[in-house]
């Protein structure tokens, strides 16, 4: 934890539910470290992956409280609503909740597995969370007013499966599972999950599926009862991209997300002439709506693709201006250039982080402290590190670090 305003920086040990909850120092050392030889010194339970504000100023972490191994209520032959349409028999992750306030934690056992965390626009200040992988299927969501005003972890989740209008009618219906022949009366159940997660102004909650080409996903869980009515898309990566990581979504609902192919890519619903009907079954049916930016840097040795060999793990909108380049300006963590990158008026600004050398950011996200104090006012915080740094200067023993950008008018103002 670290506050900017009284400049003071410390540590909170997440708890779990379970005391049988796994360790890190539990998992398989494949190879000794050249760094730490077969000391084990990751040796977490809560596995926390990343967190979210929210109004009151609390942290919400995607966090492991417990074994894996879900509790009857989630699977097969439980009376969940969400349960009778989508089992769910593991989650890997869950919730945590921090009030810095208080010091008081909260925790919330999940049938589905949790990544990202962010929370939508709607009157139930809904937290969607994305799954990682693809495994589960599922996407997931915590209906946080209900869960502030009765507690009930259980009535206020619920998640739903990937289900694409094949048969075009503008209504979910009984599917065909991935594994069957495409039934034109019958919808159809992707096997994709969200890795970055965002929900959008419009009440549709859009994210990447992980994977080669992969896919920018939305759901629509508008209509009543989402987890037997919610809707999906899929839009499959065109060529020469491939490998989205982490996305995020402008104010205007377009997707951006970074490739493993070298390009920032965006993604513009608007653009698409077909959006329901047996076409979407692949995802290869709005082609137009995707532009690629190729990222600084040099392209990796027979690449005959038009990207660098930059490796950027996630994209963040600026969509206040925290920054100063303009509102809803798309930046991405530059992983291979050690820097943040910025897509402005079609051109890529890199934000280089010269020392200390290893500037490795895994998000970032603005804070306007006075909106009336020009560039001093506002700025991006990056994170820099990994779990167990030792690749940057100062090797072996680092801890993560938090890097403050800020955008002078000019090098020498102050
Ligand atoms: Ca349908």
């Not at 417990?66 to 009778?84: L, W, Y």
């Not at 680092?398 to 002078?408: A, D, E, G, I, N």
């Amino acid at each position: 934890m670290f506050d900017p305003v009284k400049n003071v920086a410390y540590e909170v040990k997440l708890p779990v539910r379970d005391p049988k909850t796994p360790s890190e120092s539990e998992a398989p050392m494949f190879a000794a470290s050249p760094y730490f030889g077969d000391e084990k010194i990751w040796d977490a339970q809560t596995s926390p992956h990343s967190l979210y504000f929210d109004e009151k100023a609390r942290i919400w972490f995607a966090a492991r409280i417990r074994p894996a191994a879900n509790p009857d209520f989630c699977k097969a032959g439980s009376d969940h609503p969400s349960a009778k349409v989508f089992p769910l028999a593991n989650s890997g992750r869950q919730i945590t909740m921090y009030d810095p306030k208080t010091q008081q934690f909260k925790m919330i056992s999940t049938c589905f597995p949790t990544h990202h965390v962010q929370f939508g626009f709607d009157a139930n200040n809904t937290l969607w969370a994305s799954a990682g992988g693809t495994q589960s299927g599922a996407a997931g969501w915590i209906n946080m007013k209900m869960y502030e005003e009765t507690g009930d972890e259980v009535k206020s989740q619920g998640w739903t499966p990937f289900i694409l209008d094949t048969n075009g009618n503008g209504k979910r219906d009984e599917y065909t599972e991935p594994n069957q022949p495409l039934d034109p009366n019958k919808d159809r159940r992707v096997n994709v999950a969200f890795y970055g997660v965002s929900p959008a102004r419009d009440g549709t909650v859009w994210g990447s599926a992980l994977g080669f080409p992969g896919y920018a996903v939305r759901l629509d869980p508008t209509k009543p009862n989402p987890s037997e009515t919610a809707l999906a898309e899929i839009y499959e990566v065109p060529a020469p991209g491939y490998g989205p990581r982490g996305m995020d979504i402008d104010t205007q609902n377009v997707v951006w997300m970074p490739l493993s192919s070298g390009h920032m890519a965006s993604f513009d619903r608007r653009k698409c002439k077909v959006l329901n009907g047996p076409t979407i079954a692949t995802g290869r049916h709005c082609s137009e709506g995707w532009t690629l930016y190729p990222f600084p840097g040099p392209k990796l040795t027979g690449d005959a693709g038009s990207g660098s060999a930059e490796a950027s793990y996630y994209t963040w909108v600026d969509q206040h201006d925290t920054l100063g380049l303009g509102k809803d300006v798309p930046f991405a963590t530059g992983n291979q250039n050690q820097s943040i990158i910025a897509l402005k008026d079609g051109k890529m600004v890199n934000f280089v982080v010269p020392y200390p050398m290893g500037f490795f950011a895994k998000l970032v996200d603005g804070r306007i402290d006075d909106a009336n104090a020009g560039w001093k006012g506002r700025g991006m915080w990056a994170s820099s590190g990994n779990r167990t740094p030792f690749h940057g200067e100062g090797g072996k023993g680092q801890t993560p670090k938090l890097v403050k950008l800020q955008l002078r008018p000019d090098p020498l103002a102050h």
